[in-house]
């Protein structure tokens, strides 16, 4: 077995919790005010905006159950969440409508962001839908499919020559925004959302899809599944189901190694404390578990030829972690699906 579980992390460190729901303002007028039924439901389906179709608990992302010609253990339920179902195909629209909605751009003002894609595309998106101004700075090695999207979306794309695992956080396209939002040289033209440092990011899965899940299981829920990436999802996520009920296991998954094309995921393994995640709350994690490239890309081809759904590779680490690890296979198992496989058919073809 490839998918190796890791020692759990040191009790000394600590984060900060989310003692209220940020104050936000909204970005489109709300359609819930004006065309509701009796039922409190949207009966048109008609919206101001596209914004407004973003996911909540009362409008959740869909869930699939894994049949047994993928997962055959008859007392182990594993369910999907399609996060790519997302309006603008992913589950940084969560991420990035919250850190818009905490922000208050002077005229004038651009949006900048560091992305490996996902992010990048939501927030552009976004950002359109209000008239506002992005610049977005990817990882040269970021899928080309990405790129190509953030460019139909009119974004000024940052292209640097950075890993799509780096190490120090100051360096690539993190270290290029920090320097456009600090320069004394563009007057504060330029405003970062920082989705690697800010609370905002939990928030949204706190509030949102946590939530979501809970509801969608009826409670019935033994263990979480997510990468870990900024740590916005697992975090946010894992604190509301641990205070729901803490005996569900948090499991984050991370690459293998530090060299890997798990575009959005971060091996967090042996790394200093001053290069962690700001935000991953390493407490909420029961395991950590690790994938290889080749186990991740195998396990989305091989969700899409046996089920139908198409998914992202970084799914597919995921999936190949809740059917494979060395865990106890009973229960009830939930696993996020970031995005779809649209963004990365170059990046499949190694493997086809």
């Not at 970062?192 to 509030?207: D, G, I, K, T």
């Not at 948090?250 to 200093?272: F, M, W, Y």
């Amino acid at each position: 077995m490839s998918a190796h579980s890791q020692k759990k992390f040191p009790d000394t460190y600590n984060t900060r919790p989310i003692d209220a729901v940020a104050e936000v303002t909204t970005l489109a007028r709300d359609w819930r005010a004006d065309n509701l039924d009796g039922k409190g439901q949207n009966d048109s389906r008609v919206y101001d905006s596209i914004v407004d179709l973003a996911p909540d608990p009362d409008n959740p992302t869909p869930m699939v159950r894994l049949s047994d010609r993928i997962n055959s253990h008859a007392d182990y339920e594993v369910l999907v969440k399609l996060e790519g179902m997302n309006p603008f195909g992913s589950i940084k629209d969560r991420t990035a409508l919250y850190m818009l909605r905490g922000l208050k751009l002077r005229a004038g003002q651009t949006l900048v962001e560091p992305s490996a894609g996902n992010t990048g595309v939501a927030l552009a998106a976004m950002a359109n839908a209000q008239n506002t101004p992005v610049e977005i700075a990817v990882p040269d090695g970021a899928p080309e499919e990405q790129k190509a999207l953030l460019n139909f979306l009119g974004v000024e794309l940052i292209e640097v020559e950075d890993e799509l695992c780096p190490i120090f956080p100051s360096e690539g396209a993190r270290g290029v925004v920090k320097s456009m939002v600090e320069s004394e040289a563009y007057g504060g033209k330029y405003v970062s959302p920082n989705q690697y440092e800010s609370e905002l990011n939990v928030e949204a899965h706190y509030r949102t899809t946590g939530p979501e899940i809970w509801k969608q299981t009826n409670g019935e829920i033994d263990y979480f599944f997510a990468g870990i990436g900024t740590g916005g999802t697992i975090s946010g996520v894992g604190k509301f189901l641990k205070e729901k009920n803490p005996n569900i296991k948090i499991i984050g998954v991370e690459p293998a190694s530090r060299q890997h094309t798990l575009s959005g995921l971060k091996r967090i393994t042996d790394l200093p404390d001053e290069h962690f995640p700001k935000i991953l709350d390493r407490d909420l994690l029961d395991d950590l578990i690790s994938v290889t490239d080749e186990e991740a890309y195998r396990a989305g081809i091989e969700v899409a030829r046996k089920e139908g759904i198409m998914v992202g590779p970084t799914t597919g680490a995921v999936l190949h972690a809740a059917l494979h690890a060395d865990l106890p296979r009973n229960g009830k198992a939930v696993l996020i699906s970031a995005d779809n496989a649209a963004k990365y058919v170059s990046a499949y073809a190694k493997y086809l």
